[in-house]
């Protein structure tokens, strides 16, 4: 019974790891001998549908020729190997954000892969590459609200930085115990169509790829990302970082790229996003960027240097993601204090200009950037606690588990005593008020400040 708040605690929780250093990492492209980037094969499209825990992502970028933004995204999320849970989410934001974007999830069933894994499918949903690797088409049936209908097709080679496009965790690089892989498309032609409750929206216009597969526990792996993805009619600029919890040394990993028509200019493991300005969000207190910086640095095939540049004002933030949302209350308190995570995504989408130098030739071009910074958990620990034993997590994690089983045995008590078959907030108050404890969240002053 109440199986559901166990598996939600330990699937999205966890707790702090212990220090293990920044060598317990190997960044991806670090490794001697390593390519700045490899450019994409079809075999390097693959889905790799891990049997331990891993989220994998394919998320498809769109900028309409009209203006509008957003993406398609299917989230394929095995939790411990026992169980799999997949998502196909639609979010399209309205021209200059004009009216409220239109933003739907819907969990799939009977979902596989084709014999290569190339190609998903779900009841309702497709996503298929075609036969020399250089399409995809997207057609999803699953919500009225948002009926999908198109095709993503390569105009500049794929990449991945280094030879793999994967960081590994581990004190033994030999045998790493989680990772973290990221391939892209840079830059797509984008054709097709997303039917709405209020009529259809043509979306032809520019696009990008991203294939993304975290394998452990998501806020283990990273407690800052940030993410840029800048379109114009001659560029496009892809930078994406993350830096990894104290416990492996807070170390930033980055992966980069810049493509024109038909020809990627460089990539590699480069570049930099810096939140210029920011200002305190009150119901979270992360430092919401409203200004930005974002550098790109490499090589051109031909060996001449090149750097990329787009500053400026974010603007009004498009949305604010509380990636936690769904879990239920009482457990989103329990893992924010123990685990200190609280994930929050802000998304921008201005328009600048970047300013890209190769060689002596200097080039400018307003474009429409799509930028996320991602908090999820603290950078440094409270108390000046440089290294923590390994052992008292387990002892924190299981003084957890048993407070937990201890409340909800009594509660499930009060409730077949009264004969009924729903657990109310009020029983868990009683329970707590007759153990003579306080379960933030229940607390009645917590609980008259929600109302």
């Given at each position: 019974?109440?199986?559901w ?13 212990p ?25 390097n ?20 020729d009209a ?63 075609n ?34 496009g ?29 039917i ?20 452990m ?208 907030v ?26």
């Open positions: 019974m109440f199986s708040a166990k598996s939600a605690l330990s699937a999205v929780a966890g707790t702090e790891e220090i293990y250093g920044p060598e317990a990492i190997q960044p991806v492209g670090k490794n001697a001998g390593d390519p700045a980037f490899t450019e994409l094969a079809k075999e499209l693959k889905w790799q549908a891990l049997n331990y825990t891993n989220v994998e992502t394919q998320t498809f970028y769109f900028l309409s203006g509008h933004i957003g993406f398609f995204q299917v989230i394929y999320n095995n939790i411990f190997g026992a169980r799999t849970t997949v998502q196909f989410n639609t979010k399209l934001f309205y021209p200059n954000n004009e009216k409220p974007f239109l933003w739907s999830s819907d969990p799939l069933s009977n979902h596989g892969f084709d014999e290569g894994h190339y190609s998903f499918h779900a009841d309702g949903v497709s996503i298929q590459l036969e020399d690797g250089s399409a995809y088409t997207i057609k999803a049936a699953v919500n009225n609200s948002s009926l999908v209908n198109v095709k993503f097709t390569r105009t500049a080679p794929g990449f991945q930085g280094g030879k793999t994967t960081s590994n965790y581990g004190t033994d690089p030999k045998e790493p115990w989680g990772s973290m892989h990221h391939h892209f498309w840079p830059r797509c032609g984008v054709e097709g169509s997303v709405t409750r209020e009529g259809e929206i043509k979306i032809d216009g520019r696009g990008m790829f991203s294939h993304a597969l975290q394998g526990k998501p806020h283990h792996a990273a407690a800052r990302w940030n993410f840029a993805n800048f379109q114009s009619p001659s560029y496009s600029a892809i930078l994406m970082e993350f830096k990894t919890p104290p416990s492996y040394g807070s170390t930033v990993v980055r992966v980069s790229g810049i493509a024109t028509d038909g020809k990627l200019l460089t990539a590699g493991i480069n570049g930099e996003i810096k939140h210029l300005e920011t200002k305190q969000d009150s119901d979270n207190d992360w430092p919401e960027p409203t200004s930005a910086s974002y550098h790109w640095v490499g090589k051109t095939e031909d060996g001449k240097e090149i750097t990329a540049e787009v500053t400026g004002a974010l603007g009004n933030k498009y949305d604010r993601v509380d990636v936690m949302a769904e879990v239920p209350g009482f457990i989103k308190t329990i893992v924010a204090s123990a685990a200190g995570t609280k994930p929050y995504i802000y998304q921008y989408a201005p328009k600048l200009t970047i300013r890209v130098k190769v060689g002596d030739e200097v080039k400018e071009e307003e474009g429409v950037l799509f930028t996320e910074a991602t908090f999820v958990s603290r950078l440094a620990r409270r108390g000046g606690v440089k290294r923590i034993s390994a052992t008292i997590y387990d002892d924190v994690r299981q003084a957890l588990k048993s407070r937990l089983h201890d409340i909800l045995r009594e509660v499930v008590a009060v409730v077949e005593h009264s004969g009924r078959k729903t657990v109310c009020t029983d868990i108050i009683f329970v707590l008020n007759r153990q003579g404890r306080q379960l933030y969240g229940f607390d009645p002053a917590f609980i008259g400040r929600r109302r």
